[in-house]
């Protein structure tokens, strides 16, 4: 078995190797601790434009058949500080919309993600670890949603576009909705958090409201076993 690079892979690789070099200087790097945010947005617009946040996307999408053409985009992301937003919040939605997204969701949110045009992150911090998984409601008012609650630990929701938001019903279910972090009613504020200067976003819904286009899946589909 041949676990060697192919020409290809080592090209991706020197080329990150050398964007990471050049950016991500110590003076960066300093900066960054010492700000408010984990976040380059000019590393973020070098990896798109060279494809980097693409790979990811076609990646994931490439496990839905018929998906990947709505994905464009190539290349790959790497971890590196500086470029946190670029790695987390990859990790963090692409896999859900390519799982679960219609095909207009995947036009309206992972082909820009792919591309580098919008940022996702994903409020599963208190709903991962077995908490109270009913602190964002979800009230259906006619064809829209209504949205209610506060989740902490958002990683890097002080610069997501959008984020994907665990609720439940007043019948128990629980759904996930991409919601928007320009609508009425979505406030962030900034959390730091560890040793290391990162940042993540305390999250409050104050009856947001979203369309039914925001539900991600069908309803109900963000079951979470009891033990988290």
């Known amino acids: 078995m041949n676990f060697s690079l192919s020409e290809d892979q080592l090209a991706i690789r020197d080329l990150a190797a050398q ?9 960066l790097l300093l900066a960054l601790s010492r700000g408010d945010k984990d976040y380059d947005e000019e ?10 946040t693409g790979l990811a996307c076609r990646r994931a999408a490439a496990q ?6 709505a994905v464009p985009g190539a290349g790959a992301a790497g971890p590196a500080r500086g470029a946190g937003a670029a790695v987390r919040q990859h990790r963090a939605g692409r896999h859900a919309l390519a799982a679960f997204g219609t095909e207009a969701q995947q ?6 993600l792919a591309a580098g045009a919008v940022k996702l992150s994903a409020a599963l911090a208190n709903w991962a670890c077995g908490g109270d998984r009913r602190h964002v409601r ?3 008012d006619g064809a829209q949603w209504v949205l209610t609650g506060h989740v902490s630990c958002v990683a ?42 990162d940042w993540n976003a305390d999250l ?18 963000a079951a979470v076993s009891s033990s988290g």
């Open 19 to 27: 964007i990471f070099t050049d950016r991500a200087t110590d003076d």
């Open 43 to 52: 590393l973020w617009s070098i990896l798109a434009a060279q494809g980097f």
């Open 64 to 69: 839905r058949p018929g998906l990947p053409g």
């Open 107 to 112: 036009k309206q949110w992972l082909a820009p």
């Open 138 to 140: 979800a009230v259906r």
């Open 156 to 197: 890097d929701g002080m610069v997501a576009d959008a984020i994907l938001v665990p609720a439940m019903d007043a019948k128990g279910n629980r759904s996930v909705f991409i919601v928007d972090t320009s609508l009425p009613g979505v406030r962030r504020t900034a959390q730091e958090i560890g040793l290391l200067g």
């Open 204 to 221: 409050v819904l104050d009856g947001v409201r979203v369309g039914a286009d925001a539900l991600l899946g069908s309803r109900g589909r």
